[in-house]
T-cell receptor, first 114, second 115 residues
Framework: AQSVTQLGSHVSVSEGALVLLRCNYS??????LFWYVQYPNQGLQLLLK??????LVKGINGFEAEFKKSETSFHLTKPSAHMSDAAEYFC????????????FGTGTRLTVIP | GAVVSQHPSWVICKSGTSVKIECRSL??????MFWYRQFPKQSLMLMAT?????????EQGVEKDKFLINHASLTLSTLTVTSAHPEDSSFYIC???????????FGSGTRLTVV
């Protein structure tokens, strides 16, 4: 069974500061890992995903995440926050094989302070 | 590419009526579609998984007679909320998975308000 834990339901950073959103997962099989962003009253947009290969994954809008198997983590980072990054971020996991649905974390609301 | 259109984006209906939400994959064939429900400031809760041409698989606690899902083609799935009540008010989001590429594309969501 899979599960996702996102530490911190709310994160506030100053514009230009480092963004770090934490995600830990549990999975009995090799996981596929995803980060999604959701703006108010909208669906989810994929930021990046890890399936196999390089553990440092680069996504859109300057975000990246590193898969650390030993720590069962997939934290999302961005070197310099922009006002437009303010949104809800969801980490999700699915199985590598025979997979169907995604299991989502509870989300982290990112606020960017001018 | 990989666009999923969800319609309507918002709907208000009277208690006791039924509402249909459509989810279309515009430029790819979706072997599997998922329906999620999201309560305010909460995460997405999977309601059901549907494969084209077969019955949907509902998650535990989701009333299949209330939330009717039809996946008649590889590009269209519908969710019908039957005899809607105020507690059904929520944000519903669909997602489509492609066969050849391991990825999920989400619709823009439907805000349902039952009055």
């Amino acid at each position: 069974a899979q599960s996702v834990t996102q530490l911190g339901s709310h994160v506030s950073v100053s514009e230009g500061a480092l963004v770090l959103l934490r995600c830990n997962y549990s999975s009995s099989v090799p996981p596929y890992l995803f980060w999604y962003v959701q703006y108010p009253n909208q669906g989810l947009q994929l930021l990046l995903k890890y399936t196999t290969g390089a553990t440092l994954v680069k996504g859109i809008n300057g975000f990246e995440a590193e898969f650390k198997k030993s720590e069962t983590s997939f934290h999302l980072t961005k070197p310099s926050a922009h006002m437009s990054d303010a949104a809800e971020y969801f980490c999700a996991v699915s199985e590598e094989t025979g997979a169907n649905n995604l299991f989502f974390g509870t989300g982290t609301r990112l606020t960017v302070i001018p | 590419g990989a666009v999923v259109s969800q319609h309507p984006s918002w709907v208000i209906c009277k208690s006791g009526t039924s509402v249909k939400i459509e989810c279309r994959s515009l430029d790819f064939q979706a072997t599997t579609m998922f329906w999620y429900r999201q309560f305010p400031k909460q995460s997405l809760m999977l309601m059901a998984t549907s494969n084209e041409g077969s019955k949907a698989t509902y998650e535990q606690g989701v009333e299949k007679d209330k939330f009717l899902i039809n996946h008649a083609s590889l590009t269209l799935s519908t969710l019908t909320v039957t005899s809607a009540h105020p507690e059904d008010s929520s944000f519903y989001i669909c997602s489509a998975r492609r066969a050849s590429i391991y990825g999920y594309t989400f619709g823009s969501g439907t805000r349902l308000t039952v009055v």
